[in-house]
């Protein structure tokens, strides 16, 4: 069991909820148990291997997991685990054409 | 000591007043914001803040780098600009705004895109960069050309109703140097999976909150006090009230930093982001004048508009809603027995939505509406609503 805070971009998948209890003990775990109750949110956290896209970062308290022992780290009832997502907004400025589309 | 003899004329003493007598900031602190310059890439959501108070703080000289106009969709967030700067470059407005707020800064404008060939020599002439742009190519490049320079990066961004703030390539009191945005995300997301503002949105409040954090981390650098934001991220979530604290540490992998580092100059940050091969396949492109004959001539075809609903309630020119997001979801939906025209708000994501529809389905007959909605409306229904 382990508390999980969803980012706003995310929240729409999980019916607006911002912070989600899961049953798992370590943060592998954690993850899949989410995408199965939010299926929608796999696509944004899980590349076409599975694995944690390296542009969305997991912390568990104040640690990356990258730091810790990735998708083995451990969770508790006590956890409390952030997903952490690349955003870019800010303005536009951007080198030959507009990326994401205004 | 005499006025005379103090760096600071008599009316920046005054202006300055309620910095001098901050115990520990002081004049000494002042001055050094005086001597330094601060580079604000985008003078957006985030730059407007930043660039109104480093400016008030009297930071001695500023530059700031965007290629954009003036538009009335800015104004909700960016407090630099108002109804009479419409159409105008940004940079030039943001400069007679801040000359006006503070006579003694000396503002430098760069009216242009940064890129791999300018930003190295933008960006040399000054001590701290305050990076507020909004695409990921960009944040790449800021990052990569601050890391080759040794210039310390003070990041912002926004979505919605989060920010993140942190500082990157910080010199450290021991001589090392803090982690940079590849330590924090070693890569980028893949077009389209990550909205931008201009398609998620963003509450107009946020970025002057989190550029104004950005201006307190830019003048903590340059005066030294406290400790700057280096190493850790900071994450603002408005909706809950909640901020949290990460730590960032450097990797070993990192290409630009790590133990074998690979990047030696600027790379192509389009390709690097994955953007270059999508770029490189073109699609079919469709005038709003063309499409203006194909309405009168009365021949058949679909209109498909690939934007958001409350995009659609403000103003539509009767295509059928199918938002980007959903679009492979609703093929079936979508003709091949004629031409179909699918348009967004300026025609980028209805041009991702022919590439994702072409590459999985194999439609041969999508034809993109140039310059999108707002393109239409100029040429055509110059009545209708812009946003």
Redo the contacts between chains.
Sequence with gaps: MATVIIPTPLRKFTQNASRLKVEASDIGNAVRELTEQFPELKKHLLDDQGLIRSYVNIFVGEEDIRNLHQEQTAVNADSVVSIVPAIAGGSIQSLKMNYHGL | MAYSSLPFSKEELGRYNRHIIIPGFGIASQQKLKEAKVLV???????SPALLYLTAAGVGTIGI????LVDDSNLQR?VLFDVREIGQPKVEAARKRLEALNPHVQIKIYNA????ENALDILRDYDVIA?????????Y?VNDACVLLDKPNVY???????G?VSVFNLRLKDGRRGPNYRD??????P??????????G?LGVL?GIIGSMQALEVIKIITGLGEPLSGR?F?F?A??FET??????P?ADNPISGSHPEIKALVD??QF?G?KAV?EKPIKELSARELYDLQVRGEKFQLIDVREPHEYQIVQIGGELIPVGTITEHADQIRRDRKVILH??????S??AIRELESKFGFENLYNLTG?I?AYIDQVQPELTKY
């Excluded at chain 2, 895109?113 to 791999?116: A, Y």
């Excluded at chain 2, 990076?131 to 944040?139: H, L």
């Excluded at chain 2, 924090?184 to 997301?189: A, E, G, I, K, T």
């Design positions: 890439i985008g003078s957006g959501g985030l730059g780098v965007d290629f954009d960016q895109h940064l890129n791999s990076d507020g742009t909004d695409n990921f190519p960009t944040r490049l912002a961004s926004i979505f919605q109703f989060e993140q924090l995300y070693p890569s980028p997301p077009p389209g999976l990550v909205p931008s503002c201009a398609e998620g963003v970025p991220l994450l979530d909706l809950q949290r604290t990460f730590r960032v540490s990797r940050y389009e982001c953007m770029e967004c708000k300026s025609g980028a994501r041009a991702r999108g707002l």
